[in-house]
């Protein structure tokens, strides 16, 4: 019976995630806590910036940086990820000393901000959002899956990634699943106009749209040293490997990898645990939003 192995959110977006056993889902269907808190170029709109490079979020694709620093949160406590405290360490630059220092959140939040900045070499702001926080596919807030056996078989087209845990951390999933086969979340998608209603304990998610990879999985977690070819080489193993229930026109384009997922607001408040079996219930007729349609017929 596939099960869920691991669960993950990411406090401060694009930077170190924290493992949880139980995590709470949070209204608008995110994890509670999971990326509450993101950098910002200064003065700029969260709500209007883009994810992508150079659209004013300070994150992977746009600062290679952002790798350098690490972080580890005190959190609410479970099943709630959402974090009161985080240390974050910095490695010295031309610009910055070395440096690690605690943050009290929120009351701190400026004086993180000036930390970050400072090792950056340009100003930032931290903004929040303790509703639905800031993921990169706004149309799809729920947590986002993966299985371990998809994770160890990508691990191995690419000598410069150590294992399973470190593809993990590059793709930055939130559910792990485990005894499934690699690519078991290709199963978790459908046509537009469908999702695939997939029970994890007592809770429903709805899996709407495979996941377009960017530029951060290339790049060492730590250090942000990239892969050469690493776009080239996952393109073609991807299209070698690919199992034939991932047929789908969403399926557009052979960088694409996890699943994202809606949750319906009767499900907001569920909590998912480790150890919770997965079961896939079939497909559904969704709207834009990638929600059920309420009284249409089950797809076929």
């Given amino acids: 019976m596939t099960r869920v192995a691991e669960l993950l959110a990411y406090p401060l977006k694009s930077c170190d995630g924290a493992v949880v056993d ?13 990326r509450t808190y993101a950098l910002v170029e200064a003065g700029v709109d969260p709500e209007r910036a883009s994810v992508s490079g150079g659209g004013g979020y300070v994150n992977g694709k746009s600062e290679p940086a952002i790798h350098g620093l690490s972080a580890e949160y005190e959190l609410a406590g479970p099943p709630d990820a959402t974090p009161t405290a985080v240390t974050l360490s910095r490695p010295a630059t031309e610009r910055a000393p070395a440096d690690e220092r ?59 990634v150590a294992d399973a845990t470190e593809m993990r951390r590059r793709l930055r999933p939130n559910v792990v699943l485990d005894d499934c086969p690699a690519f078991f979340e290709d199963r978790l998608f459908a046509d537009h106009g469908e999702g695939v209603r997939v029970a994890v304990g007592d809770t429903a998610l709805i899996g709407v749209n495979p996941c377009q990879r960017c530029v951060v ?18 393109v073609r193993k991807r299209r070698e490997t690919l199992p034939e229930w991932t047929a789908s026109d969403r399926f557009d384009h052979d960088f694409r990898l996890m699943v994202n997922t809606v949750v319906e607001e009767r499900s907001w408040g569920d909590v998912l645990s480790v150890g919770d079996e997965v079961t896939v219930d079939g497909v559904v007729t969704v709207d834009e939003s990638g929600t059920p349609v309420a009284g249409a017929d089950a797809a076929e």
């Fill in 22 to 34: 139980r995590a709470a889902i949070g209204s608008e269907g995110a994890l509670r806590g999971d």
């Fill in 102 to 160: 605690t943050f009290a959140l929120p009351d701190e939040g400026d004086a993180l901000a000036d930390w970050v900045g400072e090792y950056l070499g340009y100003a930032v702001d931290l903004v929040r959002d303790d509703a639905g926080g800031f993921p990169d596919d706004r149309a799809a807030r729920g947590p986002t899956v993966v299985s371990r056996a998809t994770l160890a078989t990508v691990a191995s087209w690419f000598e410069d």
């Fill in 217 to 234: 999985p290339s790049r060492d977690p730590d250090t942000g040293a990239e892969i050469d070819g690493f776009r080239e080489r996952f």
